[in-house]
Protein backbone atom coordinates (compact mmCIF):
# COMPACT_ATOMS: atom_id res chain seq x y z
CA UNK A 1 0.00 0.00 0.00
CA UNK A 2 2.82 2.28 1.12
CA UNK A 3 4.77 1.93 -2.24
CA UNK A 4 1.17 2.83 -4.52
CA UNK A 5 1.18 5.82 -2.20
CA UNK A 6 4.52 6.92 -3.26
CA UNK A 7 4.40 6.06 -6.65
CA UNK A 8 0.81 7.81 -6.67
CA UNK A 9 2.73 11.34 -5.43
CA UNK A 10 5.65 11.15 -7.53
CA UNK A 11 3.21 10.93 -11.19
CA UNK A 12 1.45 13.93 -9.41
CA UNK A 13 5.00 15.72 -9.21
CA UNK A 14 5.94 14.85 -12.42
CA UNK A 15 2.04 15.55 -14.01
CA UNK A 16 2.62 19.35 -12.05
CA UNK A 17 5.93 19.54 -13.14
CA UNK A 18 5.07 18.83 -16.88
CA UNK A 19 2.23 21.44 -16.92
CA UNK A 20 4.30 23.99 -15.45
CA UNK A 21 6.76 23.69 -18.59
CA UNK A 22 3.82 23.64 -20.55
CA UNK A 23 2.46 27.15 -19.43
CA UNK A 24 5.50 28.49 -19.63
CA UNK A 25 6.36 26.97 -22.90
CA UNK A 26 2.82 28.96 -23.93
CA UNK A 27 3.58 31.85 -22.27
CA UNK A 28 6.87 31.99 -24.12
CA UNK A 29 4.55 31.40 -27.69
CA UNK A 30 2.75 34.65 -27.02
CA UNK A 31 5.56 36.66 -26.06
CA UNK A 32 7.66 35.67 -29.24
CA UNK A 33 4.01 36.19 -30.95
CA UNK A 34 4.37 39.91 -30.07
CA UNK A 35 7.69 40.15 -30.83
CA UNK A 36 6.80 38.87 -34.63
CA UNK A 37 4.11 41.07 -34.68
CA UNK A 38 5.99 44.17 -33.68
CA UNK A 39 8.78 43.42 -35.91
CA UNK A 40 6.29 42.99 -39.16
CA UNK A 41 5.11 46.58 -38.05
CA UNK A 42 8.22 47.63 -38.30
CA UNK A 43 9.17 45.88 -41.41
CA UNK A 44 6.24 47.23 -42.96
CA UNK A 45 7.41 51.29 -41.99
CA UNK A 46 10.67 50.64 -43.46
CA UNK A 47 9.06 49.31 -46.80
CA UNK A 48 7.29 52.04 -46.86
CA UNK A 49 10.07 54.55 -45.97
CA UNK A 50 12.09 52.96 -48.38
CA UNK A 51 10.15 53.19 -51.50
CA UNK A 52 9.09 57.13 -50.47
CA UNK A 53 13.18 57.46 -50.49
CA UNK A 54 13.07 54.99 -54.13
CA UNK A 55 10.95 58.00 -55.51
CA UNK A 56 12.91 61.10 -53.95
CA UNK A 57 15.76 59.20 -55.68
CA UNK A 58 13.98 59.28 -58.63
CA UNK A 59 13.51 62.87 -58.84
CA UNK A 60 16.86 63.98 -57.71
CA UNK A 61 17.78 62.26 -60.67
CA UNK A 62 15.91 64.27 -63.17
CA UNK A 63 17.47 67.06 -64.77
CA UNK A 64 14.63 69.57 -63.79
CA UNK A 65 15.39 68.98 -60.04
CA UNK A 66 19.37 69.38 -60.66
CA UNK A 67 18.52 72.26 -62.30
CA UNK A 68 16.20 74.09 -60.11
CA UNK A 69 18.69 73.11 -57.30
CA UNK A 70 21.73 74.69 -58.82
CA UNK A 71 19.52 78.06 -59.77
CA UNK A 72 17.21 77.83 -56.30
CA UNK A 73 20.35 76.78 -53.88
CA UNK A 74 24.10 77.90 -55.66
CA UNK A 75 22.06 81.01 -58.07
CA UNK A 76 23.29 79.70 -61.39
CA UNK A 77 22.08 80.75 -64.12
CA UNK A 78 21.33 79.84 -68.18
CA UNK A 79 23.74 82.35 -70.75
CA UNK A 80 22.01 85.24 -71.03
CA UNK A 81 20.13 85.43 -67.90
CA UNK A 82 20.53 87.26 -65.03
CA UNK A 83 20.00 86.37 -61.14
CA UNK A 84 18.59 89.07 -59.11
CA UNK A 85 18.59 88.42 -54.70
CA UNK A 86 15.51 89.68 -52.79
CA UNK A 87 16.91 90.35 -48.91
CA UNK A 88 15.71 87.83 -46.63
CA UNK A 89 13.54 91.16 -44.66
CA UNK A 90 11.69 91.78 -47.87
CA UNK A 91 10.60 88.12 -48.44
CA UNK A 92 8.74 87.86 -45.49
CA UNK A 93 6.22 90.72 -45.49
CA UNK A 94 3.33 89.86 -43.36
CA UNK A 95 0.21 90.57 -45.00
CA UNK A 96 -1.88 91.32 -41.77
CA UNK A 97 0.28 94.80 -41.23
CA UNK A 98 -2.15 96.96 -42.67
CA UNK A 99 -1.13 100.55 -43.56
CA UNK A 100 -0.64 103.35 -40.76
CA UNK A 101 -3.29 106.02 -41.78
CA UNK A 102 -0.88 109.18 -42.10
CA UNK A 103 -1.77 111.90 -39.65
CA UNK A 104 -2.34 115.17 -41.39
CA UNK A 105 -3.07 117.64 -38.44
CA UNK A 106 -0.42 119.94 -38.01
CA UNK A 107 2.43 119.61 -35.82
CA UNK A 108 1.84 121.49 -32.83
CA UNK A 109 -1.68 119.98 -32.08
CA UNK A 110 0.52 116.57 -32.23
CA UNK A 111 2.78 118.11 -29.73
CA UNK A 112 0.27 119.29 -27.43
CA UNK A 113 -1.65 115.81 -27.38
CA UNK A 114 1.68 114.63 -26.51
CA UNK A 115 2.42 117.22 -23.80
CA UNK A 116 -1.20 116.74 -22.47
CA UNK A 117 -1.44 112.89 -22.31
Same mark, same amino acid.
Given at each position: ????K???????????????? #???? !????? =?? %?????? @?Q???????????? #???? !????? =?? %?????? @????L????????V?????????????????????????????D????
Open positions: MQYKIIYFIVIIILLLTIND #LAHS !IYDTW =QK %QDLITQ @AQELTAEVNENSH #LKKQ !ISQVN =QP %QFVESE @ARDKLLAKPGEGIIIPNNQLHIDSTQEAKPVDTRPNWIKWWTFTQ
